[in-house]
Every structure is written in structure tokens, then in C-alpha cells.
């Protein structure tokens, strides 16, 4: 009998953490150790630096919930950014400080008014109002009663006008009661590398530094991509503040390996099986390997005459992205449950690769087109080539064939770009990977996050590595392995 329901939605959950229900999410929610630094109070800001699919919104999640069980249940407000992000079009920063600070002071007095329960104090009687105007919590009796009752036909009126300035009374406020913690989630929502777009981040940073001295009960967490925070590094010098506020969120082997045990442990205990698993599992460093090997068939065959356990290739084909462990999981599940098997192989997963394949290569198009215009065409380049290059073939292929046909543009760069910037950007992006080969014939990979300075300067270029572009891509342009 199959210990595992593949065709069950709730077994491995939902790729994205922020659409969960509460119940499954905390029932294998990893508490990464980031969780712990970025709930440290004595920081007035930070900031996690993280791709899509990396874990930021769980993280979110998973930091207002201990904020929330902590004694002294401070006010916790969780937003997107788009949600409080200006409507304004000009290129001004002064004007983009401006309303940032309006949106997130609103923002604020909102949200505190509406945790109020009796206003004694002008200030008090001032945010709840706020809330009740904004709809952000139901008018009190009183307030009820006075709008119902007319002297000879004519109404007696509440004055409720808008919060003319909401700073100075949340500045008083605030210094007399617990901190508030807001976190942002996707403050580059939908970026794109032009000058509205630079503006309106490189001000967002700004109006949290005025935040931080003229409100320093206040607490700011926020997300942002790597690719976007070193575009405003390289812009913006005012950014360098916040150098040492910045949690760069990645995903090792043993990371990944602990999220998918965590899950199986997880719907084990949903389906009642917990108690009978877990007297067969080791209680060492074991357990977690010993639980993975419940849900796939394992070692798997990887590369040329070699086999490697389900995790390292599924960890390797998913780019270390979470979110596209999990999908790769669930797509391959579906091909278990139909044959009717009772863990997941290779030849699930081989099944699956070509549609997994093709959404990846769409998703990166999606999400650095705004860096590169150029990048669709750049991909397509690869299409029926090798799968390996050293520094020379790969610098050859775009100096005498691809830039005779495209001039991409990258962001950064405000002349034509190098065959050497093409290939370092496509080396931040993921697309390529770094492969150093030792003389036992053993090798191993870096990746930009490990290794950024590769293909960035003119001496020692490569450090001896080579390139191979990701797995991941290699089924949707039919590249050759040798």
C-alpha cells in the first residue's frame, strides 16, 4: 500500500508561501535561522536580498507570526509594496520622499486607530478616527447614536476631517508605547531598470532613513532581488547606509534536503501515519535522508555513468530555488500517481523536465527582461549548441556570432557592452553556471552568489573555472552534451 496520496494537493503544499493555508504552512514551515536576525529589535531596519522562489514571503510570514507570540504583542502591519507604493509619475526624488513617508505614516495611523479600544488623549481620539474614516475599524456606539439623532429635522454633524499631518501625532505616540513592526514584502514589485523605476526605489530608502531618526520605535523589514539592490548600489550612493542591513537569503543542499523532510514529516502527521513512521526512523543526522527516502526512489542516474541521491538532482535541476523544488516535486508526483507507483523515480521526473524546462526559461525572460531587452534573443543563441564552454569558446561565440547580430543593452552599462559583460551578466542571472575541474576528476560548481567577481575583471578572468549553462535550460534548447 502506497504511504503517500500523490494525487493529494495538501501534500507537498503550495509553491508560494503567502497563499497557504496557516495550518499547512506551519506544519512545515522551516524556522531558518535568518527568521532569528531579522527579528533582532536592536536593528531599526532590514532588509533580505533574495530571488523569486527563494523564500521571502515564508520568511515574512514566518517572522509576523513570532512577533505576534511574543509577551509583549507589539502591532505588526504586513503589506506588499505595491499597496503602499505613491501613484506618482515624476522624476523628482524630493517629491517621491515626500509621499513615501505620507503612504507609510498613513499607513500607520491607521492601523494603530484601529487597535485602540478607548481614546482618552486628543492624539488617540485622532488616529481612531483615522481608522473609522478609512474603514479600518467600525464606528463606536456613540459615534452610531450621534449620526441617527436630528433636532427638528437637522442632524447634528461629526467633523471627521482627513489626517492633515499624521507624523507629528504618531511621533508622540509612538514614543510612549510599544514598537511597531512593518513588513514589506516585494518593495521592487514589477521593477524595471529605467529612471521611474530607480527613482521611486532609491526614494523608498531614503524616506526609511528619515524613518528611522525622527521615528525610532518604528521597526522596517522588506524585501527586495539582488539584481535590483545592486543596481541601486551601483546608482545611488545614499544606498551604501544600508550595506550592513542587508540578509542575503540562499538555499545550500542540506537547506533544501530539510524543507522536503519537513514536509513529509508534515503530511505524515496530517494522514495519521506519524506515529507508526517515526518509531522506523533514525533519531541522528540520519532522520532526514532516511525521511526523504520514504517519498523517492534513490540514488538517481546524473551525468555520465553516475548516480546521485534524488535530492542532489532535483536540487540541481531547480536552480536552489525552493519554490521550483517543490513544483518539480508536484509535476513529477503526478506521473507517480498515474502509473501507480509508490515513490517517485527518475523516469517521473525525466517526464516532466520538458514543460518544467520551458516555464523556467519563461520565468527568467520575465523576471530580468527589465535588466536586458536583448536577453530573450541572448538565451536563444544557445539553442541546439554545446552545454559546456571554457572562458575562450564562450567569449568567441558572442564577440564573432552573437553580437554581430544583436546589441543588447544592459543595465549598468552605458556603452555598448563586451562579450566578457554579456557573459558575466548571464553568470548573474543564473544562466550560466562555474565548473572547476580537478585533477582526480572530480568537479565542483559556483554560482554568481558564491563567486561574483568571475568574468568581472580583465585579470585573472575565469580563476581556472569553466561554464556550463544550468540544467535546468537544457531540454527547453535541446543543447548537445558534448
Known amino acids: 500500500m502506497a504511504m503517500f496520496k500523490f494525487d493529494d494537493p495538501t501534500l507537498f503544499g503550495s509553491e508560494a508561501a503567502d497563499l497557504e493555508d496557516a495550518s499547512l504552512f ?51 502591519i504586513r503589506v506588499t509594496g505595491s499597496s503602499i507604493a ?27 486607530g484601529a487597535t485602540i479600544k478607548i481614546a482618552l488623549t486628543d492624539d488617540a481620539t485622532t488616529l481612531v478616527e483615522e481608522a473609522e474614516r478609512e474603514g479600518f475599524r467600525q464606528r ?34 509612538l514614543s510612549s508605547n510599544d514598537k511597531v513592526w512593518l513588513l514589506v514584502d516585494d518593495i521592487d514589485h514589477n521593477y524595471a531598470n529605467n529612471d521611474h523605476y530607480r527613482v ?24 527586495i532581488r ?35 523532510s519537513r514536509r513529509v514529516e508534515g503530511y505524515l502527521h496530517r494522514s495519521g501515519e506519524w506515529s507508526r513512521i517515526s518509531r522506523t526512523l533514525p533519531m541522528d543526522a540520519r532522520r532526514v535522508e532516511a525521511l526523504n527516502k520514504l517519498l523517492f526512489e534513490t540514488p538517481m542516474p546524473w ?43 527518475w523516469d517521473d521526473i525525466k517526464d516532466v523536465l520538458a514543460s518544467f524546462s520551458k516555464n523556467r526559461y519563461d520565468d527568467t525572460i520575465v523576471e530580468f527582461k527589465s535588466h536586458c531587452a536583448e536577453l530573450p534573443e541572448l538565451l536563444t543563441a544557445f539553442a541546439n549548441q554545446r552545454e559546456r564552454y571554457t572562458t575562450d569558446e564562450l567569449l568567441k561565440l558572442f ?44 568537479y565542483e560548481h559556483a554560482t554568481y552568489a558564491d563567486q561574483p567577481d568571475l ?19 537544457r531540454h527547453v534548447l535541446k543543447l548537445r552534451s558534448f
Request: proline share 6%; hydrophobic share 40%; charged share 25%.
Open 303 to 345: 551525468g555520465r555513468d553516475s548516480w546521485r541521491p534524488a535530492t542532489v538532482v532535483l536540487y540541481t535541476l531547480s536552480r536552489h530555488r525552493p519554490r521550483w523544488l517543490i513544483e518539480l516535486i508536484k509535476e513529477s508526483a503526478k506521473r507517480t500517481n498515474k502509473r501507480g507507483g509508490s515513490k517517485i523515480n
Open 399 to 442: 564577440r564573432d556570432s552573437v553580437l554581430q547580430q544583436v546589441h543588447p543593452k544592459i543595465s549598468g552599462y552605458t556603452h555598448p557592452v563586451q562579450p566578457r559583460e554579456v557573459a558575466h551578466f548571464l553568470f548573474e542571472i543564473g544562466f550560466l553556471s562555474a565548473r572547476l575541474d580537478r585533477p582526480d576528476g572530480s
Open 140 to 173: 463606536s456606539i456613540f459615534g452610531y447614536v450621534l449620526d441617527r439623532i436630528k433636532i427638528k429635522d437637522n442632524p447634528i454633524l461629526q467633523e471627521k476631517p482627513a489626517l492633515a499631518s499624521a507624523e507629528r501625532i504618531l511621533q508622540r505616540w
Open 226 to 260: 539582488p539584481n535590483v539592490w545592486q543596481i541601486l548600489r551601483r546608482n545611488y550612493e545614499g544606498v551604501s547606509h544600508f550595506r550592513e542591513s542587508v540578509l542575503p537569503l540562499s538555499w545550500t543542499l542540506q537547506d533544501c534536503e530539510l524543507m522536503v
Open 200 to 223: 521611486k526605489l532609491s526614494s523608498f530608502l531614503a524616506a526609511v532613513k528619515d524613518l528611522m531618526v525622527k521615528t525610532p520605535e518604528v521597526r522596517i523589514r522588506f524585501t
Open 86 to 112: 505613491p501613484p506618482l509619475s515624476s522624476l523628482n526624488e524630493d517629491e517621491w520622499i515626500r509621499a513615501w513617508k505620507q503612504s507609510i505614516f498613513a499607513l500607520l495611523a491607521r492601523e494603530i
Open 26 to 76: 506551519f506544519s512545515y514551515a522551516m524556522q531558518r535561522p535568518e527568521v532569528v536576525e531579522f527579528l533582532d529589535d536592536r536593528h531599526a531596519v532590514r532588509i533580505v536580498s533574495a530571488y523569486k522562489g527563494e523564500g521571502k514571503s515564508a520568511l515574512l510570514r514566518l517572522a509576523e507570526q513570532k512577533l505576534k507570540d511574543r509577551p509583549s504583542q507589539p502591532l505588526v
Open 455 to 473: 568574468l568581472d575583471s580583465r585579470v585573472n578572468l575565469d580563476q581556472g573555472y569553466s561554464w556550463e549553462i544550468h540544467p535546468v535550460f
